[in-house]
């Protein structure tokens, strides 16, 4: 095992023909938890000796369920649990920052970055991909910003990154009404650059990569970073803002409902 | 071009989710509670409004879902934007 291999409890990376592929793998859902977090945090410290070899990253899932569920909403419920308020809140502020600062370097990776989406991308799974700079997705694959249903805001950079990449008005319709959107309408929006069919995201994926591979990676970087500002102001601004709503009671009771919740139908709104 | 008629929709959808899930057409019927009949969760309910919306080209948000669980409750729900 060295840098430029990795295999992890949630996630593992390689370099094929160029590229590195970042392949996300915690049952149920890929859901963002304090593990994934140490893990993407050492992918990130990690990727400028991987940048070396390479001239892509692919982030892709290989679960069935689909690219990520989001956040792990079960272990920020029972962390809470087991503190105090003011702790419980000072350790929320610290995994948003931490998981900002993974994004952040993932954005600003002079690579170019592609999202390999399938099934459910949702929340947090929706901001990871977001950081992407080409987004391919499976036919089958769904988006959604579910947060305003817990009281929330997304909290891994999503408004800021959706502002940057989509009109205001779509911003609005995905957020505030929390729904699902299939992929037909990811494209119509200007979120996802290419459908792949069932079950061949990856494949697509690792051929665009193989194209970006043929340009010289340093005008790549330059023409990425000249169409591609990181809104660093309104990123912190957005932990500020979910800090906020995250300390009423009220998204503690949205939370234990979720966590709860043995019915068929917790993903539906 | 008309809009087919609530039993022709619905007709399609229980061949769609028979096919899907592999189960016998002739065990569903329109009042079935489709995640019992089916045997699925909320994810594979997503994925069945995901083929749903494919098939009748049509964009269904999952909140008009809520409460829904019946093959004839979904196929007024698809009517309506048809």
Redesign the interface.
Known sequence: MNDLNFQGQTLSWQIVNGAIELALHREA?NEIGSVTLEELEAFVSALPALANDAHALIIHSTLK??FSAGADLRELFQRAQEMDKAAALRGVRSFLERIHSVMNALDASPLTTIAAVH??TFGGGFELALVCDIIIAD??A?F?FPELRLGLIPGFGGIPRLKRDLGNAVVRDLLL??????V??AQQIGLVSQIAAEGEALRVARATASQVGKFDKRTAAAAKEFVKPIPYAELKQEIDIFCDLYSRPAVEEGLRKFVENEG?????? | MAAPTIDHTLDEILNLAASHFKVPREKLTPDDDF?KTLG????Q???L???L??HFRI?L???E??GVSDFRTLASRIQARL
Not at chain 2, 40 to 43: A, W
């Open positions: 859902c369920a689909g099934g459910v036919r089958m769904r959604c009404t929390g729904r699902s959107f299939n037909m309408k068929v139908q917790p993903y539906l709104p | 995640f699925i969760d909320s994810l309910a997503l994925d409004l995901t083929r919306e494919q964009e948000p999952d909140y879902l809520q």
